[in-house]
């Protein structure tokens, strides 16, 4: 979008100085969320499967998945062995069961990969996709699902210049069977679907 920012990050190797904040940084929080839905997903695989789960046996499979994953990360982060760690498995869990009732409203689907590692073909360029996670519906189609834990929107996808482009090049370039593309924005307050489907 900026051919002078792409010249000094790019050429230049040159970075913006991170600014100090208290506690925990976004990007650690986000990556946090993503490995608990990931583990979350790799665990229970399947709508029905999260359907069958009684409230209970969801919430200590969360509190577990969140736990692990927050104790793994405070190895290198020691921050999270103190307060701060607790204070965000608290966050995290009650964020994932808000997003586990709207998971549960969907029609079935099957989880067919989290954090699929793909490179696409878009004219001579190769682009290297993380895609957080796929899911085959009951028509066969494929939903491909991009995990945002601040704000987002779809509506950079359709400028002269999109924004974001990872899911729309993915629904294009990346196979045949791609029938919906969306964000799942886990945000205290705005847990919701923004995506498009055929």
């Given amino acids: 979008a900026c051919p002078f920012k792409a010249y000094a990050h790019y050429r230049l190797h040159a970075s913006a ?12 929080r986000g990556s946090l969320v993503h490995r608990c839905l990931e583990n979350l997903w790799l665990t229970i695989k399947t709508h029905q499967a999260l ?7 969801q919430k200590a499979l969360v ?20 307060s ?33 590692k793909q490179t696409l073909e878009v004219g001579q360029l190769q682009l290297n996709t993380v895609i957080d996670r796929v899911d085959k519906l009951q028509d066969g189609s494929t939903a491909i699902i991009d995990y945002k834990t601040g ?3 779809m509506g950079g996808w359709f400028g002269a210049r999109p924004e974001e482009p990872q899911l729309p090049l993915y629904s294009v370039f990346g196979g045949e069977g791609v029938h919906s593309i969306s964000f ?9 679907y923004q995506g498009l489907s055929d």
Avoid at 51 to 57: H, I, S, W
Avoid at 89 to 97: A, F, H, V, W
Avoid at 98 to 111: A, S
């Fill in 84 to 116: 701060f760690g607790q204070l965000e498995s608290q966050r995290i869990t009650r964020l994932l069961l808000d997003w586990l009732i709207i998971d549960r409203q969907r029609e079935p689907f099957e989880v067919m990969a989290t954090e699929l």
């Fill in 151 to 153: 704000d987002c929107s």
């Fill in 184 to 192: 799942a924005q886990l945000k205290k307050g705005k847990t919701t």
């Fill in 51 to 57: 359907c069958e789960l009684l409230d209970d046996e």
């Fill in 17 to 28: 100085m991170e600014e100090p904040e208290p506690g925990i940084d976004a990007r650690l």
């Fill in 63 to 82: 509190e577990n998945i969140v736990t692990e994953v927050v104790q793994h990360e405070s190895k290198r982060t020691p921050i999270l062995k103190k």
